[in-house]
């Protein structure tokens, strides 16, 4: 038993590092596809044998100090119970200033700026990623240029049908493939490395520091393309929850790293002997005969870095409809056995119309460099700062330790946010256009719905004195149970209200039942219900959900029963409130966005099929509300 138990252990930790090189490493593993190809691609950097060298150095310091030292090694360690990425770190970060309203309220706009963009990021990744691999044709085939354009809209069209149908199957092949992917790189540096082996000294960070004193400007501003070597950075914490701390770093250091390292330096070692190959030294580096093995291999590794930053999107938007971010949107579970497998039809077909309009618009991979980056760098930089007050008022680390371990790596993500700054007007806009928009459909709909709970509360009768005033003279009673749900613990729902108007019973058992979400992402059962007893067969229930949990209300209700409240599911009813918002000028948000509130509140999926509903014991009674 003990002898099986450390193999067992053994064999489920390969599989999540297998499964880690698939999700995790898609986007930075794809990044050889043009990184070192778009430094010198403007021609301000010659492709002498001391430039070469000199970028060769920065890219291998940026990923050892941005990856291998601030994702791997700090980063991670800042898990939300186990559970990465922005929200996580949002949730960290606010929960850990809640004694300081003003920055936290500070903290959570900066939060929800970084979780916008991200979705500008979700758009430029498939894009430049399959535009980059196919790109190839031009090396191999140059007379077929023409058909790069369409091939590429070919393999978005496949990519975004084939979501509805889950990513069980595909994410099954996202190891494998990739794990092909970073041998092929290695594969494909090591011979040139040999032939010039001289590449290697580029690992001295002095070349790295010479090239930026001899060339400055120009140098900050080839930061703009060498940051997209480190695209890509963000999933390795974003995926924390889905493989553990310790396969996506053993994933990091034993494979991805060495090949993406070899693959660079051959690239490198290649340029040395030939400076005319920059035109595409990642596909210049196959030989002969396996230029097409290659350059099928390339898309299909560009196919699971688009695929992971679309899963992505999916997960992020559940968690922000959870914390109460973004309205409520048809989710599909496309598996029965993982629940993390999910299909978001407004966001696939959203991000792929904006995909679509990327490499029409852009037509290149060059072109599309202008975008890529900027909105990568503002979430590095974000994270950082997030990182800092998690730290120091989560953690209460000395205020010293804390700047020194994430000032550093301020310096660097500012430093190359404010390179990419100046690809704004080359195309940066289009991705910093996409987070604007999302920033300002998010704060419409945090916002609106405080507006919508305040006059709600305002006009709200407390439930104990109401239930009180009832059975003084109650009303008939009628078999079976009713469930209410109410935005506001203690507070009569408008549906009991309109009930008892037009109906005139009241049902034999009543369960008054708000779902709160809390900024963790998960809440176990333990600690799911809350209830309180208000006599005459009568209940208010509170609901804890985490935000990556499943809020099913009738699997939370049957925890009722320890508490001596029986629920026969065949005789219960659940009443809902619909309000209609009605924008009126005068306090408040601005006219036009409160009309784009009442507009997406009035868009949103129905909060029954959110909750998990029973569809066929459902009752919605509506009321008109002001804000």
Same mark, same amino acid.
């Given at each position: 038993?003990?002898?099986?138990?450390?193999?067992?252990?053994?064999?489920?930790?390969?599989?999540?590092?297998?499964?880690?090189?698939?999700?995790?490493?898609?986007?930075?593993?794809?990044?050889?596809?043009?990184?070192?190809?778009?430094?010198? &691609?403007?021609?301000?950097?010659?492709?002498?044998?001391?430039?070469?060298?000199? *970028?060769?150095?920065?890219?291998?310091?940026?990923?050892?100090?941005?990856?291998?030292?601030?994702?791997?090694?700090?980063? !991670?360690?800042?898990?939300?119970?186990?559970?990465?990425?922005?929200?996580? @770190?949002?949730?960290? =970060?606010? %929960?850990?200033?809640?004694?300081?309203?003003?920055?936290?309220?500070?903290?959570? @706009?900066?939060?929800?700026?970084?979780?916008?963009?991200?979705?500008?990021?979700?758009?430029?990744?498939?894009?430049?990623?399959?535009?980059?691999?196919?790109?190839?044709?031009?090396?191999?085939?140059?007379?077929?240029?023409?058909?790069?354009?369409?091939?590429?809209?070919?393999?978005?069209?496949?990519?975004?049908? #084939?979501?509805?149908?889950?990513?069980?199957?595909?994410?099954?092949?996202?190891?494998?493939?990739?794990?092909?992917?970073?041998?092929?790189?290695?594969?494909?540096?090591?011979? &040139?490395?040999?032939?010039?082996?001289?590449?290697?000294?580029?690992?001295?960070?002095?070349?790295?520091?010479?090239? +930026?004193?001899?060339?400055?400007?120009?140098?900050?501003?080839?930061?703009?393309?060498?940051?997209?070597?480190?695209?890509?950075?963000?999933?390795?914490?974003?995926?924390?929850?889905?493989?553990?701390?310790?396969?996506?770093?053993?994933?990091?250091?034993?494979?991805?790293?060495?090949?993406?390292?070899?693959?660079?330096?051959?690239?490198?070692?290649?340029?040395?002997?030939?400076?005319?190959?920059?035109?595409?030294?990642?596909?210049?580096?196959?030989?002969?005969?396996?230029?097409?093995?290659?350059?099928?291999?390339?898309?299909?590794?560009?196919?699971?870095?688009?695929?992971?930053?679309?899963?992505?999107?999916?997960?992020?938007?559940?968690? /922000?409809?959870?914390?109460?971010?973004?309205?409520?949107?048809?989710?599909?579970?496309?598996?029965?056995?993982?629940?993390?497998?999910?299909?978001?039809?407004?966001? %696939?077909?959203?991000?792929?119309? !904006?995909?679509?309009?990327?490499?029409?618009?852009?037509?290149?991979?060059?072109?599309? =460099?202008?975008?890529?980056?900027?909105?990568?760098?503002?979430?590095?930089?974000?994270?950082?700062?997030?990182?800092?007050?998690?730290?120091?008022?989560?953690?209460?680390?000395?205020?010293?330790? +804390?700047?020194? /371990?994430?000032?550093?790596?301020?310096?660097?993500?500012?430093?190359?946010?404010?390179?990419?700054?100046? $690809?704004?007007? /080359?195309?940066?806009?289009?991705?910093?256009?996409?987070?604007?928009?999302?920033?300002?459909?998010?704060?419409?709909? $945090?916002?609106?719905? $405080?507006?919508?709970?305040?006059?709600?509360?305002?006009?709200?009768?407390?439930?104990?004195?109401?239930?009180?005033?009832?059975?003084?003279?109650?009303?008939?009673? #009628?078999?079976?149970?009713? #469930?209410?749900?109410?935005?506001?613990?203690?507070?009569?729902?408008?549906?009991?209200?309109?009930?008892?108007?037009?109906?005139?019973?009241?049902?034999?058992?009543?369960?008054?039942?708000?779902? $709160?979400?809390?900024?963790?992402?998960? *809440?176990?059962?333990?600690?799911?219900?809350? #209830?309180?007893?208000?006599? &005459? &067969? +009568?209940?208010?229930?509170?609901?804890?959900?985490?935000?990556? %949990?499943?809020?099913?209300?009738?699997?939370?209700?049957?925890?009722?029963?320890?508490?001596?409240?029986?629920?026969?599911?065949?005789?219960?009813?659940?009443?809902?409130?619909?309000?209609?918002?009605?924008?009126?000028?005068?306090?408040? @948000?601005?006219?036009?966005?409160?009309?784009?509130?009442?507009?997406?509140?009035?868009?949103?999926?129905?909060?029954?099929?959110?909750?998990?509903?029973?569809?066929?014991?459902?009752?919605?009674?509506?009321?008109?509300?002001?804000?």
């Amino acid at each position: 038993m003990s002898s099986s138990q450390p193999a067992h252990s053994r064999t489920a930790l390969a599989g999540l590092t297998l499964g880690a090189l698939g999700v995790v490493y898609g986007d930075i593993g794809t990044s050889p596809l043009y990184a070192l190809k778009e430094v010198f &691609h403007g021609g301000h950097v010659a492709t002498t044998p001391e430039n070469i060298l000199g *970028v060769l150095s920065l890219l291998f310091w940026t990923l050892t100090v941005v990856v291998s030292v601030k994702y791997v090694l700090l980063i !991670l360690r800042a898990d939300n119970n186990g559970e990465g990425g922005l929200i996580a @770190m949002l949730a960290l =970060a606010t %929960n850990a200033v809640n004694d300081k309203p003003p920055l936290r309220r500070l903290l959570l @706009m900066v939060g929800l700026f970084g979780t916008a963009i991200f979705f500008g990021d979700a758009v430029i990744t498939p894009a430049m990623t399959v535009l980059g691999a196919v790109e190839g044709i031009d090396v191999y085939e140059p007379q077929y240029h023409d058909a790069i354009l369409p091939l590429t809209l070919i393999v978005m069209v496949g990519l975004f049908s #084939v979501q509805r149908f889950g990513t069980g199957g595909i994410g099954k092949a996202f190891g494998p493939v990739m794990l092909l992917w970073f041998l092929a790189l290695a594969a494909l540096g090591l011979p &040139h490395i040999f032939e010039n082996p001289h590449v290697l000294t580029a690992m001295n960070p002095m070349h790295a520091v010479d090239f +930026c004193l001899r060339y400055r400007w120009v140098a900050f501003v080839a930061l703009g393309a060498v940051v997209l070597v480190v695209t890509g950075g963000e999933a390795l914490y974003a995926d924390l929850g889905h493989f553990g701390k310790k396969p996506i770093r053993i994933a990091w250091y034993g494979v991805v790293m060495p090949s993406l390292v070899l693959n660079y330096f051959g690239q490198g070692a290649m340029l040395l002997d030939n400076p005319r190959g920059v035109e595409n030294p990642f596909f210049l580096l196959a030989p002969s005969w396996a230029e097409m093995p290659l350059f099928l291999l390339a898309t299909a590794a560009a196919i699971v870095a688009s695929q992971a930053l679309i899963t992505a999107a999916y997960s992020v938007t559940k968690q /922000a409809i959870q914390l109460g971010i973004l309205p409520r949107l048809r989710i599909l579970h496309t598996s029965v056995r993982d629940i993390g497998q999910i299909y978001v039809p407004f966001i %696939n077909w959203g991000l792929f119309s !904006l995909v679509v309009l990327a490499v029409v618009f852009f037509g290149s991979s060059t072109k599309l =460099a202008g975008a890529y980056g900027v909105a990568v760098t503002i979430d590095m930089t974000i994270t950082t700062v997030m990182t800092f007050f998690v730290i120091r008022y989560g953690w209460n680390y000395p205020l010293a330790l +804390c700047i020194a /371990a994430t000032g550093a790596f301020f310096v660097i993500d500012a430093t190359f946010l404010a390179s990419n700054l100046l $690809k704004v007007a /080359a195309g940066g806009w289009f991705p910093l256009m996409i987070g604007i928009g999302m920033f300002t459909l998010m704060l419409t709909w $945090k916002q609106g719905r $405080k507006l919508l709970s305040d006059k709600l509360r305002e006009d709200a009768i407390e439930l104990p004195a109401f239930l009180e005033a009832v059975f003084i003279n109650p009303p008939t009673r #009628v078999a079976g149970t009713a #469930v209410f749900l109410s935005a506001e613990r203690g507070v009569t729902p408008n549906a009991l209200m309109h009930n008892l108007k037009h109906n005139k019973v009241l049902h034999e058992q009543n369960v008054f039942v708000t779902v $709160k979400h809390h900024e963790v992402p998960w *809440v176990g059962f333990e600690k799911r219900c809350e #209830v309180e007893a208000l006599g &005459h &067969h +009568c209940w208010q229930v509170t609901l804890h959900f985490g935000f990556k %949990n499943e809020p099913d209300v009738p699997e939370a209700l049957a925890l009722l029963k320890k508490h001596g409240v029986q629920l026969d599911e065949m005789e219960t009813s659940y009443f809902l409130s619909r309000d209609i918002v009605i924008p009126t000028i005068g306090s408040g @948000m601005a006219l036009w966005r409160e009309k784009l509130f009442a507009s997406m509140h009035r868009n949103a999926a129905a909060a029954a099929d959110f909750l998990h509903l029973p569809a066929n014991r459902i009752v919605e009674l509506g009321s008109k509300v002001e804000i």
